[in-house]
């Protein structure tokens, strides 16, 4: 069975362009999250997308925003990027909606802003 | 707030010795579950286990084993004969399973394991 998939791998934007990621959840998973790892910060939450609809967000600005489809996959948008966005944005998934379930985790990606 | 401590940010030890790395947490919540997930220098984070609030047996897999304590508030992760292979960061994470229904994961700053051979 297919893990959690994001693309790009790498990506490297310049200061106020915007950018957009992207996760495909485990089969049959409904919950995405996203996450950003920092240098220095760990690794944060950003938001959460359970069947279609944004249940949760960090404290993060607006212009962090995204969408979760149909098909369960989602899209991580970043708008009027600054260099401290340069970071590890990584995609998890989970069967369905609760603490009890765990997230399993893509291999990111690596945004660098110069 | 929940609130995840790592004390330890670096460890390093020689091939074959047992390493134990702490995890302290701080919730509100009576029902939460506790987490300890593996980052090798890929970056993908690896799910290792999911302990919840109300079960404090501790756990042993092959070489790794946890201690969950109620009473200190503390869920650390022994690795017994340790191996180069485990060499990686290693995350400690919360979610509460009450509150307002956000069952996001909080994370520990991380422990940066180096098994030397």
């Known amino acids: 069975e297919a893990g959690v998939t994001q693309s790009p791998t790498h990506l490297i934007k310049t200061r106020g362009q915007q950018v957009t990621l992207r996760c495909s959840p485990i089969?049959?998973?409904?919950?995405v999250y996203w996450y950003q790892q920092a240098l220095g910060l760990g690794l944060q939450f950003l938001l959460w997308y359970d069947e279609g609809e944004e249940r949760n967000r960090g404290n993060f600005p607006p212009r962090f925003s995204g969408r979760q489809f149909p098909n369960y996959s989602s899209e991580l948008n970043v708008n009027a990027l600054e260099l401290e966005d340069s970071a590890l944005y990584l995609c998890?998934?989970?069967f369905g909606q609760g603490a009890f379930y765990e997230q399993y985790f893509g291999p990111g990606t690596r945004l660098t802003v110069t | 707030a929940q609130k995840v401590t790592q004390a330890q940010t670096e460890i390093s030890v020689v091939e074959k010795e047992d390493v134990t790395l702490d995890c302290v947490y701080e919730?509100?919540?009576?029902?939460?579950?506790l987490f300890w997930y593996k980052q090798p220098p890929s970056g993908e984070l690896v799910f290792l286990i999911r302990r919840n609030s109300f079960d404090e047996q501790n756990e042993i897999s092959g070489r790794y084993s946890w201690n969950f304590q109620k009473s200190t508030s503390s869920f650390n992760f022994t690795i017994t004969a340790s191996q180069v292979v485990d060499s990686a960061v290693y995350f400690c994470a919360l979610s509460e399973a009450g509150g307002a229904g956000s069952y996001q994961l909080t994370f520990g700053k991380g422990t940066k394991l180096s098994v030397i051979p």
């Open positions: 089969s049959g998973h409904t919950s």
């Open positions: 998890a998934s989970s």
């Open positions: 919730t509100r919540d009576t029902t939460y579950y």
